[in-house]
Nanobody, 126 residues
Framework: QVQLVDSGGDLVQAGGSLRLSCVAS????????MGWFRQAPGKEREAVAAISRSGIRTYYADSVKGRFTISRDNAKSMVYLQMNSLKPEDTAVYYC???????????????????WGQGTQVTVSS
């Protein structure tokens, strides 16, 4: 089992930037594809970004392409989400997620992911 602790959420003005971080513990980090999901009040949970185990492949929701960047540091068991040009519609609780390589993955489906962080609140004011 892997434990995920995500952090970095804050209140920021529209147009600003934030960097979310997630630290994993418990298993070999490089065995897991990683991602970020978010859920706004009254809305369904949605994929934001995902990254392959090596970090070579990245995937993004259309709503964040060109603004958000996912990255990982396997030596530190960390995954990051750099968020630029934030918009009020980015306001949500953001969750770090992990998928073990032993199962197939499509990267941007919540069903792919076995482990979830506790969530970190991002609020973007207009």
């Amino acid at each position: 089992q892997v434990q995920l602790v995500d952090s970095g959420g804050d209140l920021v003005q529209a147009g600003g930037s934030l960097r979310l971080s997630c630290v994993a513990s418990g298993r070999t980090f490089s065995n897991y594809a990683m991602g970020w999901f978010r859920q706004a009040p009254g809305k369904e949970r949605e994929a934001v970004a995902a990254i392959s185990r090596s970090g070579i492949r990245t995937y993004y929701a259309d709503s964040v392409k060109g603004r958000f960047t996912i990255s990982r540091d396997n030596a530190k068991s960390m995954v990051y989400l750099q968020m630029n040009s934030l918009k009020p519609e980015d306001t949500a609780v953001y969750y770090c997620v992990a998928h073990h390589f032993s199962r197939p993955i499509t990267y941007l489906s919540a069903d792919d992911y076995d482990y979830w962080g506790q969530g970190t609140q991002v609020t973007v004011s207009s």
